[in-house]
C-alpha cells in the first residue's frame, strides 16, 4: 500500500516524492524545506547546541520562547501538509474512512 511506503520515508524523501506529483512555486519549495530544516534541528541537534543555554533562569527562557515559536511555525506547517493530503487523498480516491482506520492501525502498532 503507497501510504504504508510513504510512511517509512524521511520528511526530506517525502518532499522529494511531493515534488514528483505536484508543481511547487520556489517560494513553497524554499517553505516546506525549512520546515524540514527546522524540524531536523529540534530533532538532532536542539538541546545539545544549546546546552550552555541550559545553565540559567535567562538562558532557559530564551529557549523556551524559542521553543514556542518553533511550536507555532511547524503547527502551521502541519495545517498545510493536512490540507494538501486531504486534497491528495480526494483526488486520489483514497475515502477518509479508509485513511483514518490506516493511521490508527500505524499508531497501535507503534506502541
Known amino acids: 500500500m503507497i501510504m504504508m511506503a510513504l510512511s517509512k520515508k524521511t ?24 520546515y524540514r530544516d527546522q524540524r531536523n534541528l529540534l530533532a538532532h541537534e536542539f538541546f545539545y547546541a544549546r546546552a550552555s543555554d541550559m545553565t ?15 511550536e507555532r511555525e511547524l503547527r502551521d506547517a502541519d495545517q498545510i501538509c493536512m490540507k494538501m493530503s486531504e486534497n491528495t487523498r480526494e483526488s486520489s480516491g ?6 483514518q482506520k490506516y493511521v490508527q492501525s500505524q499508531l497501535g502498532s507503534s506502541t
Open 94 to 99: 483514497i475515502n477518509e474512512e479508509e485513511f
Open 56 to 70: 540559567n533562569r535567562e538562558g532557559i527562557e530564551k529557549l523556551i520562547e524559542e521553543l514556542q515559536v518553533n
Open 11 to 34: 520528511l526530506g524523501a517525502l518532499l522529494k516524492e511531493l515534488e514528483k506529483h505536484c508543481t511547487l512555486t520556489q517560494d513553497f519549495k524554499r517553505l516546506l524545506a525549512g
